[in-house]
């Protein structure tokens, strides 16, 4: 069977699997195990050389199983598998989205050390840049939508470490204003800054996109982060978290990862594994409904905006450009700005009745949250206002639910506030 001519969906069902290694069972058990037996001694010394990086693999060499902190079957295949609709040489997953940027940022910076990070970005994300990189003598800089390249380079000048500059974060779309970020111009810039010795990275957190509606490593992008919570997961029942990249980066992450201690274990690798094999067509019908949704709330006399990337003003000409550039769908994340302030927003959010008031996003069931006093707490007030991130912006997670009755229960908690 050629794998290469086969569809990401179709390979989400076998791929990286051996049923006769497990007494045939059609899907891959959970192996709940934290050791593994070595045949040989000569045989586990060999795994722990390659393991620890004492020498390369050879071509056919395959690297046993050792200890569940280093491998498991169950992680592995899941790996495997989410490499396919990346494109990726190599995927690390652990246990939730925050220690897959905290593992990637530890590992890539050191002190002295200048990150560059777009704005607006997911809550944890903007508490561990600010509170907790700066500890250990990270400089930190934000810019953010809609700037161009040069006010970016001025940016980078203006914090006084332009020449330390090692890495480029960015959320896009963003959390929770759908705001778009030029990958191909961060990409652009980190090469300006790169020089033989030096490589700046660009990582993305692909989160809103999942691994079906937006490629960055296509786009420029060294490593690409999910919170596999979300769409990957898709059912709410799961933490998780996920890096793809390159095999030399990725080798420097799992080594990261393997004395952090934070990659995921065989259950969680197991339930990823089933999500994945429905990940299409779940985020279809979520993106469909969310297409609906969005015309259902244009011109609602209770709306005062909405933050869709399928209704993006014919007159933006750039985000029409990225938007056609780097995304293959709208997704299924909105957020909307209602008529007034915290008190009508928390209005509609407690009449909801079908859409769930929790947050979290990209699972089966529809969510909506108020990301200003929620998800994005600990951001600059300051800051939150500059962003877009109001009293009166609610964000909705579009679920599979039947997109009549989730519009019917928007109709009844709008008219709560109109």
Not at 157 to 178: C, F, K, W
Not at 228 to 238: E, L, P
Not at 333 to 340: A, E, H, I, W
Request: charged share 25%; net charge negative.
């Amino acid at each position: 069977m050629d794998h290469k001519k086969m569809h990401p969906e179709s390979l989400m069902m076998s791929y990286g699997y051996k049923p006769e290694l497990s007494e045939g069972s059609i899907k891959c058990p959970i192996f709940q195990t934290s050791t593994f037996v070595f045949k040989t001694a000569e045989e586990g010394k060999a795994f722990f050389e390659v393991a620890y990086g004492l020498r390369e693999k050879d071509e056919h060499e395959e690297l046993g199983l050792i200890y569940s902190r280093l491998n498991n079957p169950d992680l592995e295949i899941l790996e495997n598998r989410l490499c396919l609709w990346d494109g990726a040489d190599d995927c690390a997953v652990f246990e939730s989205g925050m220690s897959a940027i905290s593992t990637v940022l530890m590992e890539f910076l050191q002190p002295g050390d200048l990150l560059l990070y777009s704005n607006p970005v997911y809550g944890g994300t903007d508490h561990f840049i600010k509170q907790v990189l700066t500890k250990f003598g990270i400089h930190v800089v934000g810019f953010k939508t809609g700037q161009s390249q040069e006010e970016i380079e001025q940016i980078i000048q203006d914090s006084g470490h332009g020449d330390r500059l090692a890495m480029i974060y960015v959320e896009t779309p963003a959390n929770p204003t759908n705001d778009l970020i030029d990958l191909r111009s961060c990409s652009n810039l980190a090469r300006k800054y790169s020089h033989d010795d030096h490589k700046v990275l660009l990582t993305v957190d692909n989160t809103y996109m999942g691994p079906l509606w937006q490629h960055p490593l296509k786009h420029g992008a060294d490593l690409v982060i999910y919170s596999a919570t979300k769409y990957i997961g898709g059912h709410s029942d799961v933490i998780a978290g996920a890096c793809l990249g390159s095999a030399g980066l990725m080798q420097r992450v799992k080594a990261l990862r393997t004395f952090l201690g934070n990659m995921a274990g065989p259950w969680t690798g197991w339930l990823l594994m089933r999500s994945l094999e429905t990940l299409k067509v779940r985020m279809e019908k979520q993106a469909t409904n969310a297409a609906k949704i969005a015309e259902f709330l244009e011109g609602h006399p209770a709306i005062e905006r909405i933050y869709y990337l399928g209704s993006l003003p014919a007159d933006d000409e750039r985000n029409q450009e990225i938007f056609q550039r780097q995304c293959t769908s709208a997704g299924a994340m909105l957020s909307f700005d209602v008529k007034g302030g915290e008190k009508e927003a928390f209005r509609f959010l407690n009449n909801l009745k079908l859409i769930r008031l929790a947050v979290s996003l990209g699972s089966t069931e529809s969510l909506a949250q108020h990301p200003a006093s929620m998800t994005h707490a600990g951001v600059d007030p300051e800051l939150r206002q500059e962003l877009g991130i109001t009293d009166k912006l609610v964000r909705l997670s579009v679920g599979v639910e039947h997109s009549d009755d989730l519009i019917d229960d928007l109709k009844r908690a709008l008219t709560a506030i109109s």
